[in-house]
């Protein structure tokens, strides 16, 4: 069994998990400590006693371990990616990429370190100076989902540590082998005992006791709606602070103006790869009528052409789906399209078994037509390769069903109009808008997150991620 680091130590869980590869169910990736309330009582105690002394750390003490810790990761990339794919089931290269993705944000953050900032201003007193300076909030609950093992983890993990604060990790339970891997990574870096925990565990337990511990000063949370809608009650009522990164139904609006093969990329990738698997997934499409029938059918040849394998295999397009319960929900939802008058026009069939004949849960991506703004299709979120399509009149009821939506985390457009581009950047209620490029897909030094009901609280990722990892200090001194 691997198991959870606490206070320095590895801690063997009362219970285990078993990590099951989604791309050869006979597959067992490995055994996972699950701790209980008591273990993670004991890691949110070594961060509080490890808080005061690594609050005060040097910034060139952070810069090292969590640019050792970047350099590690990136150094480690195609074995990393071999476990994330394996666990997961995304494919290898993109894996790969996560995995260089989060050996990047290390280094980011790395730097950050280095740059707190602060200001040094006249008080509109005379002889009266201010400073503002940014100080650690002291120890974090970091909760994460499964769809990005190893990225999330970092884009919590990095800016935490590097602006001083003590880490209690909570990885989802069916990815710990990334989690394990990079808590041992960070097991080595040089970090002082206490100063970064992993609690491998159930939500219902270890998750809800970093919500209501007083000690844990502020939660991290990425996952589902319903669960965010948990997490912020519970800070609420102990006045704890906390950020939320949740679900999205992002649009994509192909205009008739748009180059058809460009598209075509864009939706196929951001509709479908990953297993669609991402929160960032465009699930809608909103096509023009003078390009509606020429888009699908040229979305349906490309669809033809994909591969859907096992993860790790060359030449995989689509990996299978996580897990039972989430093929599950893929397949109900297809079927509550059709119920309500949408076409499955390609895709949406079960495959028991990979080329190789291994047991798995593949599904081939489907794609439905026909489909209206006010189908459950069309404003839930479904996890999975299930992409509608709404035809509109012009590009003005293109950008309001794009709107219409109780999510805003990404967006976007496929069109050659600078005009309608300009103002579909101002005008999409969405916390990142592309264009000319998949929804899905982002840098790392810059924010990430949305608005309305996928998001709440600052931004993730870049020089934003300073409003939820630190609390600003204004001092006044009368000279
Ligand atoms: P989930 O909400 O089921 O679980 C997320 C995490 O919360 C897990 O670690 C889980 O163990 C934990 N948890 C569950 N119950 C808890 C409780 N009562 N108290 C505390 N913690 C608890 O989500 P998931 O199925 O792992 O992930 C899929 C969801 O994540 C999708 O909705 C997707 O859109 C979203 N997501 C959002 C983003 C984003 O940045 N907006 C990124 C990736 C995934």
């Given at each position: 069994m691997k198991p959870n680091y606490i206070a320095g130590a590895w801690t063997e869980g009362p219970h285990a998990s078993r990590n099951i590869n989604p791309s050869d169910t006979r597959d067992l990736v490995g055994e996972y400590a699950q701790a209980d309330a008591a273990q993670a009582d004991l890691a949110i105690a070594a961060a509080t006693a490890a808080f005061p002394a690594w609050s005060l750390s040097t910034p060139q003490q952070r810069f090292d371990i969590l640019d050792a810790v970047g350099t590690e990761i990136l150094a480690r990339r195609a074995e990393l990616g071999d476990l994330l794919a394996r666990e997961e089931g995304k494919t290898l290269p993109e894996a790969i990429g996560e995995v260089v993705r989060a050996g990047n944000i290390f280094k980011f953050f790395a730097g950050e370190a280095l740059r707190p900032g602060g200001e040094s201003l006249p008080s509109v007193r005379p002889g009266v100076g201010v400073e503002v300076t940014r100080e650690a909030i002291g120890v974090v609950g970091l909760i994460t989902p499964w769809n990005f093992p190893i990225a999330i983890p970092a884009w919590k993990i990095a800016p935490a540590l590097a602006w001083g604060n003590c880490v209690v990790f909570k990885p989802a339970d069916l990815v710990p082998g990334s989690a394990w891997a990079l808590a041992e990574i960070l097991s080595r870096s040089g970090l002082p005992a206490g100063v970064f925990n992993l609690v491998m565990g159930r939500g219902s337990v270890v998750g809800e006791k970093l919500l209501n511990?007083?000690?844990?000063?502020a939660i991290s949370f990425t996952g589902s709606v319903g669960t965010g809608q948990k997490v912020a009650a519970a800070c609420v009522s102990r006045m704890a602070k906390f950020q939320l990164e949740m679900g999205g139904k992002n649009p994509m609006v192909v205009l008739d103006d748009a180059d058809l093969n460009v598209a075509v990329n864009a939706a196929v990738n951001s509709g479908f790869f990953s297993t669609g698997q991402r929160c960032t997934a465009s699930s809608r499409l909103i096509v023009t009528e003078g390009i509606h029938d020429r888009f699908i059918a040229a979305m349906v040849e490309k669809m033809k052409a994909l591969k859907i394998d096992d993860a790790r295999k060359a030449g995989t397009d689509i990996g299978p789906v996580v897990d039972a319960s989430q093929l599950g929900q893929d397949t109900d939802y297809i079927g509550i399209a059709k119920a309500e008058g949408g076409q499955l026009l390609q895709g949406g069939e079960r495959l028991e078994r990979n080329a190789d004949g291994a047991p798995g849960f593949y599904l081939t991506p489907a794609l439905i037509t026909?489909?209206?703004?006010?189908?459950r299709i069309n404003r839930e979120e479904v996890f999975g390769p299930v992409v509608s399509v709404i035809r509109a009149r012009d590009y003005e009821e293109a950008l309001h069903l794009a709107n219409d939506t109780p999510f805003g985390l990404s967006a976007g457009i496929a069109t050659t109009s600078l005009k309608h581009a300009t103002h579909f950047k101002r005008h999409s209620q969405a916390g990142m808008v592309m264009v000319n490029l998949p929804t899905a897909g982002v840098d790392y030094h810059v924010p990430f997150g949305g608005r309305k009901g996928s998001s709440y609280g600052p931004r993730e990722q870049g020089r934003h991620a300073a409003e939820f990892y630190t609390t600003v200090k204004t001092a006044y001194t009368q000279a």
């Amino acid at each position: 069994m691997k198991p959870n680091y606490i206070a320095g130590a590895w801690t063997e869980g009362p219970h285990a998990s078993r990590n099951i590869n989604p791309s050869d169910t006979r597959d067992l990736v490995g055994e996972y400590a699950q701790a209980d309330a008591a273990q993670a009582d004991l890691a949110i105690a070594a961060a509080t006693a490890a808080f005061p002394a690594w609050s005060l750390s040097t910034p060139q003490q952070r810069f090292d371990i969590l640019d050792a810790v970047g350099t590690e990761i990136l150094a480690r990339r195609a074995e990393l990616g071999d476990l994330l794919a394996r666990e997961e089931g995304k494919t290898l290269p993109e894996a790969i990429g996560e995995v260089v993705r989060a050996g990047n944000i290390f280094k980011f953050f790395a730097g950050e370190a280095l740059r707190p900032g602060g200001e040094s201003l006249p008080s509109v007193r005379p002889g009266v100076g201010v400073e503002v300076t940014r100080e650690a909030i002291g120890v974090v609950g970091l909760i994460t989902p499964w769809n990005f093992p190893i990225a999330i983890p970092a884009w919590k993990i990095a800016p935490a540590l590097a602006w001083g604060n003590c880490v209690v990790f909570k990885p989802a339970d069916l990815v710990p082998g990334s989690a394990w891997a990079l808590a041992e990574i960070l097991s080595r870096s040089g970090l002082p005992a206490g100063v970064f925990n992993l609690v491998m565990g159930r939500g219902s337990v270890v998750g809800e006791k970093l919500l209501n511990d007083p000690r844990v000063a502020a939660i991290s949370f990425t996952g589902s709606v319903g669960t965010g809608q948990k997490v912020a009650a519970a800070c609420v009522s102990r006045m704890a602070k906390f950020q939320l990164e949740m679900g999205g139904k992002n649009p994509m609006v192909v205009l008739d103006d748009a180059d058809l093969n460009v598209a075509v990329n864009a939706a196929v990738n951001s509709g479908f790869f990953s297993t669609g698997q991402r929160c960032t997934a465009s699930s809608r499409l909103i096509v023009t009528e003078g390009i509606h029938d020429r888009f699908i059918a040229a979305m349906v040849e490309k669809m033809k052409a994909l591969k859907i394998d096992d993860a790790r295999k060359a030449g995989t397009d689509i990996g299978p789906v996580v897990d039972a319960s989430q093929l599950g929900q893929d397949t109900d939802y297809i079927g509550i399209a059709k119920a309500e008058g949408g076409q499955l026009l390609q895709g949406g069939e079960r495959l028991e078994r990979n080329a190789d004949g291994a047991p798995g849960f593949y599904l081939t991506p489907a794609l439905i037509t026909g489909t209206t703004a006010e189908m459950r299709i069309n404003r839930e979120e479904v996890f999975g390769p299930v992409v509608s399509v709404i035809r509109a009149r012009d590009y003005e009821e293109a950008l309001h069903l794009a709107n219409d939506t109780p999510f805003g985390l990404s967006a976007g457009i496929a069109t050659t109009s600078l005009k309608h581009a300009t103002h579909f950047k101002r005008h999409s209620q969405a916390g990142m808008v592309m264009v000319n490029l998949p929804t899905a897909g982002v840098d790392y030094h810059v924010p990430f997150g949305g608005r309305k009901g996928s998001s709440y609280g600052p931004r993730e990722q870049g020089r934003h991620a300073a409003e939820f990892y630190t609390t600003v200090k204004t001092a006044y001194t009368q000279a």
